[in-house]
């Protein structure tokens, strides 16, 4: 066993891990990180990053498709084996890349799982780390469906991984992931569905546009049920069929299982430091700090902290764990964070939700808009486009807004610089911007 000691110890090589180091080894610190996966992590390698690739083609068949009679003579297809390869030269060079920019920095990479051995120490293969500052940077994993023949369940990381698109493909759960992936299979030809085990599928957006985002999906051609809860999942003659209660059958190719996400640290041995955790994550105070250990950080999706599982809201824990490390005292405060769906048309959010505003109508006004007939949205040929902007009755500045368009990511990070800035719409008055495009619209808005 050989021994080493650092002034921090990094578990995960994703974006807050790698965040922390870079900082951390700047400011003169001994540093080291631990990968058990791939170097780099989620969001580049099997996130947010490959994914929106597969979201172009997607987006160029869609565009195509509306606007099939109206310049255009064919709507484009999707190979899906041309899509995967040029999704692979986004991720193909990134572990390779991230571990020799570690080790050009001095940054001392180990490869393996971490495993607590006390709080100061770390166990990795037949290394011992010693650390005076230790940082859990994990992440998490895709959760599995407790149920017979979950073994023919396939999770978000094998979706992205496909050579073959097959014909039909069921996923199961209601939130983003599931959502977005069926948009894809969708726009690539496939039989697609999704199954979600109540009525309330992408809980934190607005319900109506929720609603309105389904009936949409529905009238291109993906297949809903709600309210199943699956029983059992057998192979029979190559296909796989899935059985629910109240007699609900279906049978399928493929089946990606998108029921959430799971904080990664079942192996970590986190008794063994006294480090706190639930189901949600690894338990930790405004300054990123795990409860029993001040010396012990977690940030990103494995801690249980009050900022929504985004890779923006990652790097900026990340940002602040090493602030603190390096002799900072600050608390986490989160901005308003803008959400969005990436589906056709994409579904947004920042703010406050609809409940919070009709249940204080004292305080906050809602300003709808059916924007479909609006000249950017009719150019190519959107055949749903909606808005509600929440503002502060006493103040006129926005707390909240909710987009469902192609548009919707665009506009709501327009949104982001008018909250942070506590901006009213009308502010914007003596703005030019440039026309005719989404910007131009947004005085028209209020």
């Known amino acids: 066993m050989t021994e080493y000691t650092y002034d921090v ?60 009679g109206k310049g255009i003579k064919q709507a484009a297809s999707i190979s899906w084996q041309d899509l995967m390869a040029f999704k692979e030269t986004f991720v193909e060079d990134v572990p390779e890349s991230r ?38 940077a994990t992440g998490a994993v895709p959760s599995s469906l407790k149920v017979e023949g979950q073994e023919y369940i396939q999770n978000s990381d ?36 999704i199954i979600h085990h109540n009525s309330e599928p992408l809980k934190k957006f607005d319900p109506d546009f929720v609603a309105a985002l389904v009936s949409n999906m529905k009238e291109e051609g993906v297949h ?16 796989l069929h899935i059985d629910g209660k109240n007699n609900f059958s279906l049978n399928t190719d493929l089946i990606i299982g998108a029921t959430g996400r799971t904080p990664n640290i079942a192996h970590l041995a986190l008794e063994k430091a006294n480090i706190d955790y639930t189901k949600k994550g690894i338990t930790v105070n405004e300054k990123m700090q795990t409860v029993n250990n001040e010396h012990i950080y977690a940030c990103g999706d494995v801690a249980a902290s009050k900022g929504a599982p985004l890779t923006p809201v990652v790097s ?7 602030k603190n490390i390096l002799g900072k005292d600050e608390k986490i405060n989160y901005p308003a964070i803008p959400s969005v769906v990436f589906t056709s048309p994409k579904l947004a959010s920042i703010g406050i939700s609809m409940e919070e505003a009709k249940a204080n109508p004292e305080k906050y006004q809602i300003k709808s808009h059916d924007t479909t007939n609006w000249y950017t949205y009719k150019r190519t040929n959107e055949q749903l ?48 911007f440039a026309y005719p495009s989404p910007a131009s619209d947004l005085t028209a808005l209020n």
């Open 385 to 432: 486009a909606l808005a509600k902007i929440i503002e502060d009755r006493e103040t006129g500045q926005i707390r909240g807004a909710h987009f469902l368009s192609e548009e919707a990511d665009y506009m709501i990070n327009y949104i982001a610089i008018l909250m942070k800035a506590s901006l009213t719409l009308a502010d914007l008055n003596s703005v030019i």
């Open 9 to 68: 110890v990094i578990i995960g090589s994703g974006a807050s891990g790698t965040t922390v180091a870079f900082e951390a080894q700047a400011a003169g610190l001994k540093v080291a990180i631990i990968e058990e996966r791939s170097w780099g992590g989620t969001c580049v390698l099997r996130g947010c990053d490959p994914k929106k690739v597969l979201i172009g083609a997607a987006e160029a068949r869609n565009l195509s498709t509306r606007l099939r």
């Open 224 to 239: 809903f049920h709600f309210d199943i809860d699956i029983t059992k999942i057998v192979k029979n003659n190559g296909k």
């Open 316 to 322: 900026m824990e990340a940002l602040l764990v090493a």
């Open 158 to 193: 094998d979706f992205l991984s496909l050579k073959e698109l097959p014909e039909s493909v069921v996923f199961i759960g209601g939130g983003y992931i599931s959502f977005e992936f069926a948009s894809i299979a969708l726009a690539a030809g496939r039989e697609v569905h």
């Open 99 to 136: 571990l020799e920019s570690f080790q050009e920095a001095g940054i001392e990479t180990f490869f393996g799982q971490a495993i607590f051995q006390d709080s100061h120490t770390l166990q990795v293969g037949k290394d011992l780390l010693n650390a005076e500052k230790i940082v859990i």
